[in-house]
Nanobody, 119 residues
Framework: QVHLVESGGGLVQAGDSPRLSCAAS????????MGWFRQAPGKEREFVAA???????VYADSVKGRFTISRDNTKNTVNLQMNSLKPEDTALYYC?????????????WGQGTQVTVSS
């Protein structure tokens, strides 16, 4: 079993650049691809970004060029650097583990961290 805890959310202003972190315990972190997802009120959960065990990345078009996903296998963490935030980025952000970058299957999920962007 893998336990994931997200942090770094909060109330920010448009244009700010907060960083979300996800700390993992249990399992062998370095073997997993890791993803970030988000869910805004009244909307379905959507993919944000993912990083493979080797460091390859993929992004949703809506965040490409603004968000950067990274991982530190020595600390069992995955981060999401968010730049140039917009009010439409407001959502509950989750991290999750996957068996592969393009598998489409995410097995373990954190509880999420809320990001609210004020205009």
């Amino acid at each position: 079993q893998v336990h994931l805890v997200e942090s770094g959310g909060g109330l920010v202003q448009a244009g700010d650049s907060p960083r979300l972190s996800c700390a993992a315990s249990g399992g062998i972190f370095s073997r997993y691809a890791m993803g970030w997802f988000r869910q805004a009120p009244g909307k379905e959960r959507e993919f944000v970004a993912a990083i493979s065990s080797g460091g390859s990345t993929v992004y949703a078009d809506s965040v490409k060029g603004r968000f950067t996903i990274s991982r530190d296998n020595t600390k069992n963490t995955v981060n999401l650097q968010m730049n140039s935030l917009k009010p439409e980025d407001t959502a509950l952000y989750y991290c999750a583990t996957s068996i592969g970058l393009y598998s489409g299957r995410y097995d373990w999920w954190g509880q999420g961290t809320q990001v609210t962007v004020s205009s």
